[in-house]
């Protein structure tokens, strides 16, 4: 087998996004897409020359041929080892898990998250760090430089490499570790969680239904809730990972997990729901006639894991990103923990977990997640729930009571309009930008605005800067919106607008948020010229 050098020259566009590369699967699939962009993550991290790697992926179409593709890069350029999940699967925070477990130099994760997957929809390459979590940053950096000068990449000639069975195997000189994605997974989770608790709530009869939506947590669902947990058979529904998602889109939101949603809001509802979403970081709660907004859900297990057996002795801090709605702020404040406000997307939480300053943090984007890995996790929140609810005796209903009651609601939706001409909506960004200055103390609806400007982020651990992370108005009364471009979309812009208010009153409580923020949308509207700008009058999905 010999390593050969070919001549390439650099694409453009190749810029990871907020959580890696993500285009097209058959962008990916044109020639050196893929090789140039694996090349520059080489030159990235200074070479890969005698270095181990984690390598997995979601399951999506393309993904076992691009791990084929990896595997030779990694051989040619001098890697020492590489373990791959078996057939190249391997969920996001297990890759994590697995990255910081063996010790190893990093990892690539091959997911388009919950974008849809197959030959006309997306896919994604993300590199992460010794530490588990995504490349920062000045990494990225360097990728995005190094796409930019690339001459040729190296690849081994070789057959194919059988990831279908488990074990030790060879590709050149470089070991080759096929390991069964799921145990070590399954077995950190049963360190962090009081699995004894959650089993005997699954022996007193408790119904469950987690949707994995076809991708890649089925396996993992499967094995923890039915296997250790002694959940029935069938609890876990949509378990076979495949390469299109069934067609749907792996999104464990109240839209397209419509079928769980319509479960839970029924006469015949199990006593919890879950799903979660392509590469298994993001969750979906409900309870029987309830849906939990992930933004609650972050406040509810921050005010509550001191009932796992990992968080026992309390929490360091807690973290959430800036547009997640401040119902975390309140937990914190009433547990006198100290509450960060970070840029969207995981990689800025890495950082703050790294120092020892906080154990928890989420993202409005149905992600939470703690120390115990370095990424969102799926799972793990859907694992720390039921912890909760065994260890409580609670419904999900009654939690979500008992939480407004002790601390208020803050409502809260996202309103994302989807492929929106880039033009129109730089342009709509740029005119609200040029406004901000002059918010301050101007009266809208009858609410006054006390603030506003666009978040830039100081970390307080390694004193870098980043700037440009969305726009913000902040009302007297408790109220704020923000308006962001996303940083994952691969069609045009996707603008999302993020809006809150908050109550004391009781009896408010149950209301519907959609209703309780009427005005608040109205004025968002208003504020931007939403419509006046993008020709949209409405948003395309509300979460
Ligand atoms: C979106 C979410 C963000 C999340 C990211 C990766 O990014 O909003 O919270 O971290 O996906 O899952 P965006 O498209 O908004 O840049
Ligand atoms: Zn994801």
């Known amino acids: 087998m010999t390593a050969k050098s070919i001549q390439t020259k650099p694409i453009e566009g190749q810029k990871p996004g907020t959580s890696g590369l993500r285009k097209k699967t058959k962008t990916f699939m044109e020639p050196h897409y893929l090789e140039n962009f694996i090349q520059a993550i080489w030159e990235s991290i200074g070479g890969v020359k005698?270095?181990?790697?984690?390598?997995?992926?979601?399951?999506?179409?393309?993904?076992?041929?691009?791990?084929?593709?990896?595997?030779?890069?990694?051989?040619?350029?001098?890697?020492?080892?590489?373990?791959?999940?078996?057939?190249?699967?391997?969920?996001?925070?297990?890759?994590?898990?697995?990255?910081?477990?063996?010790?190893?130099?990093?990892?690539?994760?091959?997911?388009?998250?919950?974008?849809?997957?197959?030959?006309?929809?997306?896919?994604?390459?993300?590199?992460?760090?010794?530490?588990?979590?995504?490349?920062?940053?000045?990494?990225?950096?360097?990728?995005?430089?190094?796409?930019?000068?690339?001459?040729?990449?190296?690849?081994?000639?070789?057959?194919?490499?059988?990831?279908?069975?488990?074990?030790?195997?060879?590709?050149?000189?470089?070991?080759?570790?096929?390991?069964?994605?799921?145990?070590?997974?399954?077995?950190?989770?049963?360190?962090?969680?009081?699995?004894?608790?959650?089993?005997?709530?699954?022996?007193?009869?408790?119904?469950?239904?987690?949707?994995?939506?076809?991708?890649?947590?089925?396996?993992?669902?499967?094995?923890?809730?039915?296997?250790?947990?002694?959940?029935?058979?069938?609890?876990?529904?949509?378990?076979?990972?495949?390469?299109?998602?069934?067609?749907?889109?792996?999104?464990?939101?109240?839209?397209?997990?419509?079928?769980?949603?319509?479960?839970?809001?029924?006469?015949?509802?199990?006593?919890?729901?879950?799903?979660?979403?392509?590469?298994?970081?993001?969750?979906?709660?409900?309870?029987?006639?309830?849906?939990?907004?992930?933004?609650?859900?972050?406040?509810?297990?921050?005010?509550?894991?001191?009932?796992?057996?990992?968080?026992?002795?309390?929490?360091?801090?807690?973290?959430?990103?800036?547009?997640?709605?401040?119902?975390?702020?309140?937990?914190?404040?009433?547990?006198?923990?100290?509450?960060?406000?970070?840029?969207?997307?995981?990689?800025?939480?890495?950082?703050?977990?790294?120092?020892g300053r906080i154990t928890l943090c989420g993202e409005e984007s149905a992600g939470t997640g703690s120390d115990h890995v370095r990424e969102k996790d799926g799972l793990w929140a859907v694992l720390l729930w039921l912890n909760i609810l065994a260890k409580t005796g609670k419904s999900v209903q009654e939690i979500m009571d008992a939480h407004w009651a002790e601390f208020g609601r803050n409502f809260y939706s996202r309103h994302d309009y989807e492929a929106v001409d880039a033009k129109k909506a730089n342009e709509m960004m740029d005119a609200l930008r040029a406004r901000l200055p002059d918010l301050p103390g101007t009266i809208i609806h009858g609410r006054t605005v006390e603030a506003a400007n666009e978040f830039a982020y100081d970390d307080p651990v390694d004193g870098s800067r980043s700037e440009g992370q969305g726009l913000r108005v902040m009302f007297e009364d408790g109220g704020r919106i923000v308006y962001r471009l996303s940083g994952t979309g691969t069609v045009g812009a996707t603008l999302r607008v993020y809006i809150e208010d908050v109550s004391d009153d009781p009896e408010s409580f149950g209301d519907d948020p959609q209703d309780a923020l009427a005005d608040m949308i109205a004025i968002a509207d208003e504020l931007a010229g939403i419509e006046e700008h993008t020709g949209r009058d409405e948003p395309d999905v509300r979460t």
């Open 50 to 355: 005698g270095k181990t790697l984690v390598l997995g992926g979601d399951g999506r179409y393309f993904n076992d041929r691009a791990a084929q593709v990896i595997l030779r890069m990694a051989a040619a350029s001098g890697a020492k080892k590489v373990i791959v999940g078996q057939n190249a699967l391997m969920s996001t925070p297990a890759a994590s898990n697995l990255i910081r477990q063996k010790k190893t130099d990093g990892g690539i994760i091959m997911s388009a998250s919950h974008n849809p997957g197959g030959p006309d929809e997306d896919f994604g390459v993300k590199f992460n760090m010794p530490n588990g979590g995504p490349a920062p940053e000045e990494v990225t950096n360097r990728m995005v430089k190094a796409t930019q000068s690339i001459k040729d990449y190296l690849i081994l000639e070789a057959q194919d490499v059988d990831l279908s069975k488990r074990g030790a195997t060879k590709l050149g000189d470089m070991e080759i570790d096929v390991v069964d994605p799921v145990k070590d997974y399954a077995q950190l989770m049963e360190q962090l969680f009081d699995f004894r608790a959650i089993k005997g709530l699954f022996e007193k009869g408790f119904t469950m239904r987690f949707d994995a939506m076809h991708a890649v947590t089925g396996p993992y669902a499967k094995a923890i809730l039915e296997g250790r947990l002694g959940a029935p058979a069938g609890t876990v529904v949509n378990a076979e990972p495949k390469p299109d998602f069934g067609g749907g889109h792996p999104d464990p939101n109240p839209i397209w997990a419509k079928e769980l949603m319509d479960l839970m809001m029924g006469e015949e509802a199990p006593d919890f729901g879950a799903a979660s979403d392509g590469d298994g970081d993001r969750n979906m709660i409900l309870g029987r006639g309830c849906y939990v907004g992930p933004s609650d859900s972050l406040a509810v297990l921050a005010a509550n894991a001191t009932l796992a057996p990992a968080y026992r002795e309390g929490l360091k801090g807690v973290a959430r990103s800036m547009p997640t709605s401040r119902a975390l702020d309140r937990v914190a404040a009433k547990r006198g923990l100290d509450c960060y406000e970070t840029p969207t997307g995981w990689k800025f939480f890495g950082n703050l977990l790294d120092d």
